[in-house]
């Protein structure tokens, strides 16, 4: 098959995915054309990350995968959404370091793009949710509808993000996509994150 042919057919392919409402975030971690189309900045693609599938792509990476699981959770999913993570564009570097200049908060994280009306949190359950590292509780929140300001989401990730190394027993797979995603970060954004890191170092790495 002609190689322009394979790389059409491929596109094609996640434009269908992209299309159907009922498509899983692993259905699209699973197309083969998915990291060249985030580079390329795919416009629907670009949309589908929503917060909440940002938060779960970046489970991937963060966790160890369970027992007996497929090849494709056990090894594809959390290569690609680590890839998708250095891919430096917006919707990805925004999500963890939120721009200076006044914006709109994130909407629903039940597939809402930014821009929908803040609601403000109780500062418990902001609290709560910030220092809350179960991943399952984490994503029952999300699933209730919260909605988290830009700087909430941000710490919240960062907070996931630093988990991989907040341990007495380091998995070295996912050391190595941590410290691959840091190096893009601080490539990227050095001033951000050693900000981040040095104020607060004991949200990030002491729970």
């Given at each position: 098959?002609?190689?322009?042919?394979?790389?059409?057919?491929?596109?094609?392919?996640?434009?269908?995915?992209?299309?159907?409402?009922?498509?899983?975030?692993?259905?699209?971690?699973?197309?083969?054309?998915?990291?060249?189309?985030?580079?390329?900045?795919?416009?629907?693609?670009?949309?589908?990350?929503?917060?909440?599938?940002?938060?779960?792509?970046?489970?991937?990476?963060?966790?160890?995968?369970?027992?007996?699981?497929?090849?494709?959770?056990?090894?594809?999913?959390?290569?690609?959404?680590?890839?998708?993570?250095?891919?430096?564009?917006?919707?990805?570097?925004?999500?963890?370091?939120?721009?200076?200049?006044?914006?709109?908060?994130?909407g629903?994280?039940?597939?809402?793009n930014?821009?929908?009306?803040?609601?403000?949190?109780?500062?418990?359950?902001?609290?709560?949710?910030?220092?809350?590292?179960?991943?399952?509780?984490?994503?029952?929140?999300?699933?209730?509808?919260?909605?988290?300001?830009?700087?909430?989401?941000?710490?919240?990730?960062?907070?996931?993000?630093?988990?991989?190394?907040?341990?007495?027993?380091?998995?070295?797979?996912?050391?190595?996509?941590?410290?691959?995603?840091?190096?893009?970060?601080?490539?990227?954004?050095?001033?951000?994150?050693?900000?981040?890191?040095?104020?607060?170092?004991?949200?990030?790495?002491?729970?």
């Amino acid at each position: 098959m002609n190689i322009w042919n394979y790389i059409s057919t491929e596109t094609s392919k996640l434009e269908e995915l992209l299309d159907s409402k009922e498509t899983t975030l692993d259905q699209v971690l699973d197309d083969e054309s998915v990291i060249s189309e985030m580079k390329n900045l795919n416009h629907k693609l670009l949309e589908f990350f929503n917060p909440e599938r940002i938060l779960e792509m970046l489970d991937y990476v963060v966790t160890i995968p369970p027992e007996g699981c497929s090849e494709i959770r056990g090894y594809k999913l959390p290569y690609v959404s680590s890839e998708l993570f250095i891919s430096e564009v917006s919707v990805i570097m925004n999500s963890f370091f939120p721009v200076d200049e006044p914006k709109d908060e994130f909407g629903d994280f039940q597939g809402a793009n930014p821009g929908g009306s803040p609601i403000e949190k109780d500062e418990n359950e902001e609290k709560s949710s910030a220092n809350n590292a179960n991943i399952n509780s984490e994503k029952k929140k999300l699933s209730e509808d919260e909605k988290l300001s830009e700087k909430d989401f941000s710490e919240l990730l960062l907070k996931k993000l630093f988990s991989v190394i907040d341990t007495d027993s380091m998995n070295p797979v996912l050391a190595g996509y941590f410290g691959k995603i840091i190096q893009c970060f601080i490539n990227r954004n050095p001033f951000e994150v050693t900000l981040k890191t040095d104020s607060d170092s004991s949200l990030y790495l002491f729970g």
